[in-house]
């Protein structure tokens, strides 16, 4: 993880399933790199972060609407700088398997998200939702539909969740700047499937238009997933005007 930041010199970047309490993560390996960190953790599970080359107000650890979910997958705070970003680390529950109850509290974490979502928007200010969704919106974002068919990542529910959420008025940064289909973010471990190219496409950043009107390029870093004990996930960079 170092190197890819040592490479790519994100000014903030969003991390998730960093699997670790707040105290177990790793900040002088990226205070060094200049940077400030806050971390909604969690023990083995879970667990996201923010990092930022500016510092980072008005934190908010936890998405709002449940005070019973103690799962640690939502980190908001605003960048400060000459023309500030809210901005939020999202790890959406995966909800395998369908039929149970993780199932069904995905779903209403997309429903939390939705009304948070609807929330910052009135504020119209820049806004940048990014991380792992766990969805695949369309069949062009993955290799092989029919045989995510049975998964929650490709539900109808799912997706239609998702579709709610770009409905409210935010943008898919990668539909944006550049919408080619079948590139993806995230290639299993199993079944060779990065050397297939067996791929699908959940990590997602969405803008407000106030964010959106500032995007000025997109990438996904798909060469770090063959990089030597490489996460399934690759990097995703949107790339505002300052």
Known sequence: MVAWFKQAAPDVACLQEIKCV??????????????????????SYNGVALLS????????????GDDGDDHARYLEAVVSGPRPVRVASIYLPNGNPVGTDKFGYKLRWLERL???????????????????????PEP???DDPPSWMGDALFQPESRAAFRALKWLGLTDAYLQADGRPNVYTFW???????????????????????????????????????????????????????
Do not use: M
């Open 22 to 43: 707040d105290e177990a993560f790793p900040r002088e390996a990226f205070e060094s790199l200049g940077y400030n960190i806050q971390v909604h953790g969690q023990k």
């Open 140 to 142: 062009q974002d993955c």
């Open 188 to 242: 299993d471990y199993q079944a060779g499937a990065w050397r297939r190219d067996h791929g699908i496409r959940i990590d997602h950043a969405l803008l407000s238009p106030q964010a959106a009107d500032r995007l000025r390029g997109f990438e996904i870093h798909r060469d770090v997933r063959g990089w030597d004990k490489p996460s399934d996930h690759v990097p995703i960079v949107a790339e505002l005007e300052l």
């Open 53 to 64: 080359k500016t510092p980072l107000e008005d934190v908010r650890r936890g998405l709002p």
């Open 114 to 136: 939705n009304r948070h979502a609807a929330a910052l928007l009135a504020y119209e200010e820049p806004l940048a939702l990014l991380g792992d969704y766990n969805v695949i």
